[in-house]
C-alpha cells in the first residue's frame, strides 16, 4: 500500500471512531428530547437537501455509471448516519442557557438498575436512574432521569428541568 493510501485508512478509522464517540456522548440528550421523532424528521429533511447539494457537484466528476451509484448511495448512507447527531448538537448548543422547570402529567416513574453483569441472586440491587413516562401536548413521551434530585413530584404533575434547543426541540437537563 502507498503511503496516501495508508493516510486515508488511518483518517477514515479516525473519522468512524469519531462519530461513534460522539453519538455515545450525545445519546443522552436525543433519548431525552421531548418530540423525539422531530430530530428525525429534521435530520431526514436536512440530508436530503444536503445530498441534492452536494450530489450535483460530485456527479459531473463521474463518467461511469456504477460510479455515480457508488457516489450517490456514500453520499446517502453518510448524511443519514451523520445528520441525527448533528440535528441535536445544534438543537442543544443554539439554545437557551437557562432551564425552566416545567410542568407535566406523570404517568409512570419506574427505577432502573443498570448491571454489566446482570443481576446477581445475593446482591442488593441499586437503582440507577428512572425511566419517567409523562403526558406532553404532542402524546405520551418517555424520558430517563439519572438522579431522583432532578425532578420534583407534587400527585400526578412532575416538574422537570427542560431547556429549549435553536431548532424549537425541548430536551431533558440534568447538569
Do not use: C
Request: proline share 2%; glycine share 6%.
Amino acid at each position: 500500500m502507498k503511503q496516501s493510501e495508508v493516510i486515508k485508512v488511518v483518517i477514515g478509522v479516525l473519522l468512524f471512531f469519531t462519530v461513534a464517540v460522539s453519538y455515545a456522548f450525545e445519546f443522552k440528550y436525543i433519548v431525552n428530547t421531548i418530540t423525539t421523532l422531530k430530530i428525525f424528521i429534521i435530520a431526514g429533511i436536512a440530508s436530503l437537501f444536503f445530498v441534492a447539494i452536494v450530489w450535483r457537484k460530485f456527479i459531473k466528476l463521474s463518467h461511469e455509471i456504477f460510479e455515480k451509484f457508488i457516489i450517490t448511495n456514500a453520499l446517502l448512507v453518510m448524511s443519514f448516519a451523520l445528520m441525527p447527531l448533528i440535528v441535536s448538537l445544534l438543537n442543544r448548543q443554539l439554545g437557551q442557557r437557562a432551564s425552566v422547570m416545567t410542568a407535566y402529567e406523570l404517568i409512570e416513574v419506574v427505577p432502573k438498575s443498570e448491571q454489566p453483569y446482570g443481576i446477581l441472586d445475593s446482591a442488593a440491587v441499586e437503582v440507577d436512574g428512572f425511566r419517567i413516562r409523562i403526558k406532553t401536548n404532542n402524546g405520551e413521551e418517555s424520558l430517563y432521569v439519572k438522579n431522583k434530585s432532578s425532578f420534583r413530584q407534587e400527585n400526578q404533575r412532575i416538574y422537570l428541568p427542560m431547556k429549549r434547543g435553536g431548532l424549537g426541540l425541548y430536551f431533558l437537563d440534568e447538569s
